[in-house]
C-alpha cells in the first residue's frame, strides 16, 4: 500500500511545499516522501475490518442514548472527549495558515517553524497562539455538548528547556493550560495531559514536534530526562486546584520504526519497561492519578500478558482511523463496531484517545455518510468501550480530501461538525450500525 497520509490528517504533499529549506529539514521530507509502506498489527487490523465490514449485513440497531456522566474513576467512565491538538504542540496539518501566514512556509513541524523564525518571534507567535488557539469560548461550545473529556497533547519542552539539538519554546504553555483546565473542569470535565512529544521523539512522526526524529527508543539519556518528564508532569498536576480530575498520558503513538504501525519483541519490552518505571515513580507522589498508556498500535488487550486485571488504576489509550488502509466511509463504521467490541475483551479500561471521519476512500458532505460515522464510531467507543475523543476539537487544514471536493475540515474539526448538527447534543439519541 501506498502511504499517501500520515497520522493526525496530515498530507503528505502537503507537508512540505518546495521553498528553499535548511537541509536538515530537507533530509527529513526526503525521507517521509520516500517512504512507500506502513506494516504493522494496526495495518493488519484495518486489513481485517475491510473484510469484517464488507461482509457485514448492513442493519441499524436500537437507538443508543449517549452517557456524559463526569468523571469518577475510568472504570465506570464513559468519556465525550475532544482533543485540543495543535494548541500547545503545533502540527502544521492543523493550521497552515499559522506557518504560511507567518513566515514560516518552509517549516514542516513545531521545531523547524522554531528553527525557521528564531526562537524569540516564534516564542511571540506561539504565546499568542496558547492565548487564542483554544479559549474558555471554545470550553463553553463543547460544554454545551457534553463534552466531560479534553486530551490535551503538549511536548516535553513545555516542562523542561528543549535538548540540545532541538529548536523548541519553552514558555507558557503550562500557564495557559493551567487556566483553560481549571475552567473547563469547573465545567464538568476530565483533563488528559498527552505527552505527546516525548525526548530524542518516540514516533518519528510530525505530530510529536519534530519529523524523523526516533531517537527515545534504546537511548539511556532519554530514558533519564523521559522520567524526569514524567516526574515534572506529575508534580504539575499535583499542584493544581482540581488535581483529582487530570490523568496523565505516559506516550503518544510509539513507533519502534518510522512506519511501523505496531510493535516487536523489543519495543514492547522497552515499552514496558518505561510504563513499570514511570508508574512506580509517580505512585511516590500520588497514590491516586489515573495513568495512561498507549497500546502501541497493537490492541489493548495484547497488554494483559502482562497488565491483567491491574489495580493501579490505569487506562489503555488506543487510536482509531480510517483514513489509511483502505476502508469506504460509508463501510468504516461497521469496522469501528467490529474494532470497539473486539478491544471489549481487554481486562483494564480502553479510551479512544483520537479518531475522527475520514475514511480513506468516498469522503464527502453531499448525504449523511458523515453523520452516520459520526455517530456509530461515538456509539461503539462509548457502549463497548470507555469512551473516546475526537480528533480534533478544531481543524484548519486546508486539503481536498473529499471526492466532492470538501476539504480536511468536513472530517477533522468536531466544532465544524457540530455547527452542521453532526456531533449529538447531550442527551440526544443516536443512531448505530453496530
Ligand atoms: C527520494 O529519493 C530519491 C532517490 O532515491 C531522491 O532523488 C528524491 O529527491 C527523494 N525525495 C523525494 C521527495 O522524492
Ligand atoms: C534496541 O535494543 C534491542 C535489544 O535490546 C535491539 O534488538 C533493537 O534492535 C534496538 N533497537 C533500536 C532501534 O536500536
Ligand atoms: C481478570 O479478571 C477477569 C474477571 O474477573 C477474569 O475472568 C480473568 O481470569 C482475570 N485475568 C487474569 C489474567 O487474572
Ligand atoms: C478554524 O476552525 C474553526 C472551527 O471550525 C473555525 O471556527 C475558525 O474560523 C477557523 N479559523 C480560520 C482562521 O479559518
Same mark, same amino acid.
Given at each position: 500500500m501506498k502511504i499517501t497520509t500520515l497520522l493526525c490528517g496530515l498530507p503528505l504533499a502537503a507537508? *512540505? %511545499?518546495?521553498? %528553499?529549506? %535548511?537541509s536538515t529539514i530537507e533530509k527529513r521530507a526526503d525521507d517521509i516522501f520516500n517512504a512507500t509502506s506502513v506494516t504493522g498489527a494496526f495495518v493488519a487490523v484495518l486489513d481485517a475490518v475491510e473484510d469484517v465490514a464488507k461482509a457485514a449485513v448492513k442493519k441499524t440497531s436500537p437507538k443508543v442514548v449517549s452517557k456524559h456522566a463526569k468523571f469518577a474513576g475510568w472504570k465506570d467512565f464513559k468519556a465525550n472527549g475532544v482533543n485540543l491538538g495543535g494548541w500547545l504542540s503545533l502540527e502544521k496539518g492543523i493550521d497552515p495558515a499559522f506557518f504560511n501566514d507567518n513566515g514560516?512556509?518552509?517549516?514542516?513541524d513545531e521545531d523547524s517553524f522554531c528553527a525557521v523564525l528564531g526562537k524569540k518571534e516564534c516564542g511571540r507567535l506561539l504565546e499568542q497562539r496558547y492565548a487564542s488557539y483554544f479559549t474558555e469560548k471554545d470550553v463553553d461550545i463543547f460544554a454545551s455538548y457534553g463534552v466531560n473529556t479534553l486530551r490535551v497533547p503538549i511536548g516535553y519542552w513545555a516542562f523542561m528547556p528543549a535538548i540540545a539539538g532541538d529548536n523548541y519554546y519553552t514558555g507558557g504553555q503550562l500557564s495557559a493550560f493551567s487556566a483553560l483546565a481549571k475552567y473547563a473542569v469547573n465545567k464538568g470535565m476530565h483533563i488528559i495531559v498527552d505527552l505527546h512529544g516525548l525526548p530524542g521523539g518516540q514516533n518519528g512522526l510530525d505530530n510529536q514536534g519534530k519529523t524523523g526524529q526516533l531517537e527515545w527508543w534504546n537511548s539511556t539519556t532519554h530514558y533519564t530526562e523521559t522520567l524526569k518528564l514524567v516526574d515534572l508532569a506529575t508534580k504539575w498536576i499535583t499542584k493544581q %486546584?482540581?488535581?483529582?480530575?487530570f490523568t496523565l498520558g505516559l506516550i503518544n503513538e510509539p513507533l519502534p520504526y518510522l512506519y511501523q504501525f505496531g510493535q516487536v519483541d523489543w519495543s514492547f519490552d522497552y515499552l514496558n519497561k518505561y510504563y513499570t518505571d514511570a508508574l512506580a515513580q509517580i505512585r511516590k507522589t500520588t497514590k491516586t492519578m489515573p495513568v495512561m498508556f498507549s497500546d502501541g498500535f497493537s490492541g489493548p488487550q495484547t497488554w494483559d500478558q502482562w497488565w491483567?486485571?491491574?489495580?493501579?488504576n490505569i487506562v489503555f489509550d488506543t487510536h482509531i482511523y480510517f483514513f489509511t488502509g483502505g476502508s469506504y466511509s460509508y463501510d468504516a463504521p461497521y469496522g469501528a463496531c467490529y474494532l470497539a467490541k473486539s478491544y471489549q475483551v481487554a481486562t483494564n479500561p480502553v479510551f479512544i484517545g483520537e479518531w475522527s471521519i475520514?475514511?480513506?476512500? *468516498?469522503?464527502?458532505?453531499?448525504?449523511?455518510t458523515r453523520k452516520v460515522f459520526f455517530d456509530s464510531q461515538f456509539s461503539a467507543y462509548t457502549t463497548f468501550l470507555n469512551g473516546g475523543a475526537f480528533w480534533n476539537g478544531k481543524h484548519n487544514g486546508t486539503n481536498i480530501v473529499g471526492d466532492d471536493g470538501t476539504d480536511q475540515t468536513f472530517y477533522w474539526s468536531w466544532q465544524k461538525l457540530a455547527s452542521e448538527g453532526i456531533v449529538p447534543k447531550a442527551g440526544e439519541t443516536v443512531q448505530t450500525l453496530c
Amino acid at each position: 500500500m501506498k502511504i499517501t497520509t500520515l497520522l493526525c490528517g496530515l498530507p503528505l504533499a502537503a507537508a *512540505f %511545499p518546495g521553498a %528553499p529549506v %535548511p537541509s536538515t529539514i530537507e533530509k527529513r521530507a526526503d525521507d517521509i516522501f520516500n517512504a512507500t509502506s506502513v506494516t504493522g498489527a494496526f495495518v493488519a487490523v484495518l486489513d481485517a475490518v475491510e473484510d469484517v465490514a464488507k461482509a457485514a449485513v448492513k442493519k441499524t440497531s436500537p437507538k443508543v442514548v449517549s452517557k456524559h456522566a463526569k468523571f469518577a474513576g475510568w472504570k465506570d467512565f464513559k468519556a465525550n472527549g475532544v482533543n485540543l491538538g495543535g494548541w500547545l504542540s503545533l502540527e502544521k496539518g492543523i493550521d497552515p495558515a499559522f506557518f504560511n501566514d507567518n513566515g514560516a512556509s518552509e517549516a514542516i513541524d513545531e521545531d523547524s517553524f522554531c528553527a525557521v523564525l528564531g526562537k524569540k518571534e516564534c516564542g511571540r507567535l506561539l504565546e499568542q497562539r496558547y492565548a487564542s488557539y483554544f479559549t474558555e469560548k471554545d470550553v463553553d461550545i463543547f460544554a454545551s455538548y457534553g463534552v466531560n473529556t479534553l486530551r490535551v497533547p503538549i511536548g516535553y519542552w513545555a516542562f523542561m528547556p528543549a535538548i540540545a539539538g532541538d529548536n523548541y519554546y519553552t514558555g507558557g504553555q503550562l500557564s495557559a493550560f493551567s487556566a483553560l483546565a481549571k475552567y473547563a473542569v469547573n465545567k464538568g470535565m476530565h483533563i488528559i495531559v498527552d505527552l505527546h512529544g516525548l525526548p530524542g521523539g518516540q514516533n518519528g512522526l510530525d505530530n510529536q514536534g519534530k519529523t524523523g526524529q526516533l531517537e527515545w527508543w534504546n537511548s539511556t539519556t532519554h530514558y533519564t530526562e523521559t522520567l524526569k518528564l514524567v516526574d515534572l508532569a506529575t508534580k504539575w498536576i499535583t499542584k493544581q %486546584p482540581h488535581k483529582d480530575q487530570f490523568t496523565l498520558g505516559l506516550i503518544n503513538e510509539p513507533l519502534p520504526y518510522l512506519y511501523q504501525f505496531g510493535q516487536v519483541d523489543w519495543s514492547f519490552d522497552y515499552l514496558n519497561k518505561y510504563y513499570t518505571d514511570a508508574l512506580a515513580q509517580i505512585r511516590k507522589t500520588t497514590k491516586t492519578m489515573p495513568v495512561m498508556f498507549s497500546d502501541g498500535f497493537s490492541g489493548p488487550q495484547t497488554w494483559d500478558q502482562w497488565w491483567a486485571n491491574s489495580t493501579q488504576n490505569i487506562v489503555f489509550d488506543t487510536h482509531i482511523y480510517f483514513f489509511t488502509g483502505g476502508s469506504y466511509s460509508y463501510d468504516a463504521p461497521y469496522g469501528a463496531c467490529y474494532l470497539a467490541k473486539s478491544y471489549q475483551v481487554a481486562t483494564n479500561p480502553v479510551f479512544i484517545g483520537e479518531w475522527s471521519i475520514q475514511a480513506s476512500e *468516498f469522503n464527502h458532505a453531499g448525504d449523511d455518510t458523515r453523520k452516520v460515522f459520526f455517530d456509530s464510531q461515538f456509539s461503539a467507543y462509548t457502549t463497548f468501550l470507555n469512551g473516546g475523543a475526537f480528533w480534533n476539537g478544531k481543524h484548519n487544514g486546508t486539503n481536498i480530501v473529499g471526492d466532492d471536493g470538501t476539504d480536511q475540515t468536513f472530517y477533522w474539526s468536531w466544532q465544524k461538525l457540530a455547527s452542521e448538527g453532526i456531533v449529538p447534543k447531550a442527551g440526544e439519541t443516536v443512531q448505530t450500525l453496530c
